[in-house]
């Protein structure tokens, strides 16, 4: 074990994997000769060569689609999203053609697309969004949204060695803050299921990404005044495990919802719904959700704090309802 950032996590992983199966290539803008925006890929095209670390024409279509058709013949390709808000650009080839090739001819199609998102550092409207709403009712994509290094290594070894599209959700504002005891060796954590990332016995916060911490500092504040939250780390969403969201809230008889993306439509909504619909025996109080505002992603570093989720929200909404 050694003490790791997320995004060190995520690169050795990638590393560990395509020294294992040489099938494995990564493709996106920038990701070789300047290692990836964010130097997630730096020193891989040096070890791994041109034609395995592969810097591609700015067009997130082209990159997808690349990905899409040598999926399709046994590669195992992996692309590099510079920032998930671009990847609206290859829309069509997500949704339409990698997602539902499964279900059209039945073959394998093994792919990732890397997709460092979110806000929390006045990126702005273009570079700040949490897409992970949008993808999760297209039906063929499994979307992944680690928030450890652990895990960020673990699943994006299970991303790639998945015989379906796998969506990646890099939070940026993870990448260098978070650090945590990584294994050396080579693993996977499998998709599906959720981690309890804090015991309690008051209310229940369900959260994924960075959200996650969020959750857990908001719990160490709430602690302070007695009230036991557990926070759940879904993992990833689809697939989504709703066993482990329903065990904890029947343990503790509140819930609270929280995500990064919009509150209308968010996946956040989804959950809540399914909390109110199918655990309404369990609940002592309503369902809460905590989300960032209907609006772009302001660049004012204010704004932004007043848009996205805080610490002092998830106190302010979990107080209320543990006295409900």
């Excluded at 790791?4 to 996106?28: C, F, N, P």
């Excluded at 702005?124 to 949008?134: E, I, N, T």
């Excluded at 999760?136 to 290594?153: F, V, Y």
Aim: aromatic letters at 8%; charged letters at 25%; proline letters at 6%.
């Amino acid at each position: 074990m050694a003490e790791k950032t997320y995004l060190q996590a995520i690169s050795d992983g990638l590393r560990q994997e395509m020294e294992r199966d040489e099938r494995v290539y990564l493709i996106g803008e920038d990701i070789g000769v300047f290692g990836g925006a964010f130097k997630v890929t730096q020193g891989l095209q040096e070890q791994f060569g041109e034609w395995r670390v592969i810097d591609s024409p700015l067009s997130e279509t082209a990159i997808v689609a690349a990905c899409t058709g040598s999926a399709i013949v046994g590669m195992r390709p992996v692309a590099e999203m510079q920032f998930a808000d671009f990847v609206s650009c290859a829309w069509d080839h997500l949704t339409t053609v990698s997602a539902k090739q499964r279900y059209r001819a039945g073959t394998a199609i093994p792919m990732v697309v890397r997709l460092p998102c979110g806000g929390g550092f006045s990126g702005g409207p273009f570079h700040s969004q949490m897409y992970d709403g949008y993808f999760a009712h297209c039906p063929g994509l499994k979307l992944a949204l680690p928030s450890t290094p652990e895990d960020a290594k673990g699943m994006i070894v299970e991303a790639i060695r998945d015989p379906n599209p796998v969506l990646f959700f890099e939070h940026k504002h993870l990448y260098r803050r978070v650090k945590g005891e990584v294994p050396d060796e080579l693993y996977s954590t499998p998709f599906g299921k959720a981690r309890v990332a804090r015991e309690g016995t008051d209310v229940t916060v369900v959260a994924w990404s960075a959200m996650v911490w969020t959750a857990l500092d908001a719990a160490e504040e709430l602690a302070k005044e007695g009230i036991s939250v557990e926070v759940i780390d879904l993992r990833t969403i689809a697939p989504l495990d709703f066993e482990s969201v329903a065990a904890s809230v029947a343990r503790t008889s509140k819930a609270v919802v929280l995500y990064e993306d919009t509150r209308t439509l968010g996946f956040g909504a989804e959950i809540a719904a399914r909390i109110a619909d199918e655990l309404f025996e369990s609940l002592d109080g309503p369902v809460k959700r905590i989300a960032s505002a209907d609006v772009p992603i302001p660049f004012s570093p204010p704004l932004e704090k007043a848009v996205l989720p805080q610490v002092e929200d998830v106190v302010r909404e979990v107080r209320e309802l543990a006295n409900w």
